[in-house]
């Protein structure tokens, strides 16, 4: 068990460019969710998946954000033509069971800075 | 939308105070989460509650939820440096996802 691992650490990119970020969860973990943090912020839920059935979106998630998670293992998170406001660290986490009484395992997050 | 209130924002004591944090709510919570985040990382769980009034203790650091699930708070005896960091309450009502507040960012000067 190597915890939630991101990929890439940090990215920088131009406005109206397209990234993509992976999140590899605990393996044996059926629940991950996407975070966004900007400076001074807690996080804010994006999504999460059960398995690969992705089961709730939040509004912040506008139609350029798109997340996959197939076969229930990675996940990745796709932003289209970014624009400077999507500046921010984010977070994947994963956890094992419906989280009332487990908390989330967060991965370190990739840091996107869009210039 | 951010429901929960932490404060202080920011905090800045001398090795060996106490100190306290507070995170409230207008709404109720079924568990609520406190973690700690060190810059350029993500948060790491620290405790859950679910039960009002329940109180757990890890090492130096005690946690009380409050009897109708709205608030918490968190208590650090004799801080160390090595607790400097966000400070970050978390509530649920379903599980399938956590409301976090904006955090309380503290510095414990050696």
């Known amino acids: 068990d190597t915890g939630v691992s991101q990929d890439p650490r940090h990215k920088i990119t131009k406005r109206g460019q397209n990234v993509t970020f992976r999140c590899d969860p605990i393996?044996?973990?059926?629940?991950l969710y996407w975070y966004r943090q900007t400076l001074g912020q807690g996080p804010e839920f994006l999504t999460y998946?059960?398995?690969?059935?992705?089961?709730?979106k939040s509004r912040l998630l506008s139609d350029r954000f798109s997340a996959e998670r197939p076969k229930g293992s990675f996940s990745t998170l796709e932003i289209q033509r970014t624009e400077q406001g999507d500046s921010a660290m984010y977070l994947c986490?994963?956890?094992?069971?419906?989280?009332?009484?487990?908390?989330?395992?967060f991965g370190s997050g990739t840091r996107l800075t869009v210039v | 939308t951010q429901l929960l209130e932490q404060s202080p924002q920011f905090l800045s004591i001398q090795e060996g105070e106490n100190l306290t944090v507070y995170c409230n709510s207008s709404?109720?919570?079924?568990?609520l989460q406190w973690y700690r985040q060190e810059p350029g990382e993500g948060p790491v769980l620290l405790v859950t509650?679910?039960?009002?009034?329940e109180v757990k203790k890890l090492k130096r650091l005690t946690f009380q939820f409050g009897d109708a699930r709205k608030d918490s708070s968190l208590h650090i005896t004799a801080a160390q440096p090595g607790d400097t960091g966000l400070y970050l309450c978390?509530?649920?009502?379903?599980?399938?996802?956590?409301?976090f507040g904006t955090g309380t960012s503290l510095t414990v000067i050696p």
């Open positions: 509650v679910v039960t009002g009034g």
């Open positions: 986490a994963s956890s094992h069971r419906q989280g009332r009484d487990y908390g989330y395992t």
């Open positions: 998946f059960q398995n690969e059935a992705q089961l709730e």
């Open positions: 709404s109720v919570f079924s568990s």
């Open positions: 393996s044996e973990h059926n629940r």
């Open positions: 978390a509530g649920s009502n379903t599980g399938n996802q956590f409301y």
